[in-house]
């Protein structure tokens, strides 16, 4: 069983930064897709950004150029850099783990708040 912990989030003013972590447990990390989710308020759920086993990247339009994904697998972990941070940057934000071997199968950590205000 995989379990996924996220951390980092909290409250930002516009233009801002914040990197958020995504821990996790289990062996099949270093072969797994690894993507960053936001849901906001009233909205669904939408992809932010997806880095593969490879280290292949894809962002959504929204926050090109100003976040950036990463991995560590000697650590199991995910990270999101949030740079230039807007008021609708503000989510719930999610990690997801999808094995390569088992693309069917989906883990989802339990979500970090990012909020921007001033």
């Known amino acids: 069983q995989v379990q996924l912990v996220e951390s980092g989030g909290g409250l930002v003013q516009p233009g801002g930064s914040l990197r958020l972590s995504c821990a996790a447990s289990?062996?099949?990390?270093?072969?797994?897709?690894m993507g960053w989710y936001r849901q906001a308020p009233g909205k669904q759920r939408e992809l932010v950004a997806i880095?593969?086993?490879?280290?292949?990247?894809n962002y959504a339009d929204p926050v090109k150029g100003r976040f950036t994904i990463s991995r560590d697998n000697a650590k199991n972990t995910v990270y999101l850099q949030m740079n230039s941070l807007k008021p609708e940057d503000t989510a719930v934000y999610y990690c997801?783990?999808?094995?390569?071997?088992?693309?069917?199968?989906?883990?989802w950590g339990q979500g970090t708040q990012v909020t921007v205000s001033s």
């Open positions: 997801r783990l999808t094995p390569v071997l088992q693309p069917t199968r989906e883990y």
């Open positions: 289990g062996s099949i990390f270093s072969m797994s897709t």
């Open positions: 880095i593969t086993s490879g280290g292949r990247t």
